[in-house]
């Protein structure tokens, strides 16, 4: 699980500034951002990947004809988060 959270870290653009003791966030053009907005980032990067496990047990549960609320979950916890 490690190796999945920092490659959404990396994504949202937090990271260490050189040999600093603390993390900042940056643009895709390696501007230093606002903390908030990449946190923000992190979380929406979060919150689609458990969505995109639900699709996946969706469509599997779908194929084997069982009818599932996993597609109602997943437009719930989107709803909830307000990620698309």
Not at 16 to 27: R, S, W
Request: proline residues 2%.
């Amino acid at each position: 699980m490690n190796k999945q959270i920092n490659e959404l870290r990396f994504d949202a653009g937090i990271s260490l500034l050189h040999d600093e003791p603390y993390l900042v966030a940056v643009n895709k053009s390696g501007e230093i951002i606002d903390p908030i907005a990449g946190l923000e980032k992190f979380a929406q990067l979060i919150v689609q990947e458990c969505l995109a496990q639900v699709d996946k047990v969706d469509a599997m549960l779908e194929d084997d004809k069982e009818k599932t609320g996993a597609a109602w979950v997943g437009l719930a916890i989107a709803k909830h988060f307000g990620v698309e």
